[in-house]
């Protein structure tokens, strides 16, 4: 597709329920990136792929959080045991460019998680 | 720890008259800012971007400026349009590392 998609747009969890974010970035795109966005905040990093390595995880906040890409491509971002403090809106960017980042990010409509 | 601070959740301006969004950041290591422009329910975009080697870059009627001495940068929209009613982050990034600093947002309102 022409940009990045990111499903479902919207997800209720009961705390406690694991969930899965799933991101379609562009294709080709070497970059991939998940930020985590909390109400009036901006957006957070959570970690990084360079195709399906996964170089920098530093931004997620505990082990409940776990990412993939498999195959270079889709990414998955699973939420274990959920709790109210996860309600965000997850966002998902993907960028051709390895260099300074930011400049080439295209970012999908994010996902908004709600925790009750 | 916020690295890079929007002090000013909201701005009202008239059409045609100039917008000026606030940035400031503590960390000293940032080499290069983003503005990113985003619009309900979208994700952000980016807009413009500034390295710190320079204290002023310019496209169309966005311009921004850097103060590195305090820390501190502004987005200039001349003139304001009712399309720029959306919120303006402002981030900070250091070369080689894999993460952007974003500040919290301004929301921008363009008065027709």
């Known amino acids: 597709g022409a940009g990045v998609s990111q499903s479902p747009r919207y997800k209720v969890a009961k705390r406690g329920q694991d969930v899965a974010l799933r991101c379609d970035p562009i294709s080709g795109h070497v970059s991939l990136f998940w930020y985590q966005q909390a109400l009036g905040q901006g957006p957070e990093f959570l970690t990084y792929f360079q195709n399906e390595a996964q170089l920098d995880k530093s931004g997620l906040p505990s082990d409940r959080f776990f990412a993939e890409r498999p195959e270079g491509s889709v990414s998955t971002l699973k939420i274990q045991r959920t709790q109210q403090e996860d309600s965000a809106v997850y966002l998902c960017?993907?960028?051709?460019?390895?260099?300074?980042?930011?400049?080439?990010?295209?970012f999908g409509s994010g996902t908004r998680l709600t925790v009750v | 720890d916020q690295q890079v601070k929007q002090n000013s959740p909201s701005l009202s301006v008239q059409e045609g008259r100039i917008s000026i969004l606030n940035c400031d950041y503590t960390n000293s290591m940032f080499d290069y800012f983003l503005w990113y422009k985003k619009y309900p329910a979208e994700g952000p975009t980016f807009l413009i971007s500034i390295s710190s080697i320079k204290d002023k870059n310019e496209d169309g009627r966005f311009t921004v400026f850097l103060n590195k001495s305090a820390k501190h940068l502004s987005l200039h929209i001349v003139p304001s349009q009712p399309g720029d009613s959306a919120v303006y982050f402002c981030?900070?990034?250091?070369?080689?590392?894999?993460?952007?600093?974003f500040g919290t947002g301004t929301r921008l309102t363009v008065i027709p």
């Open positions: 981030a900070g990034g250091k070369t080689g590392a894999n993460n952007l600093f």
């Open positions: 960017a993907s960028s051709s460019s390895q260099g300074r980042q930011g400049y080439g990010y295209t």
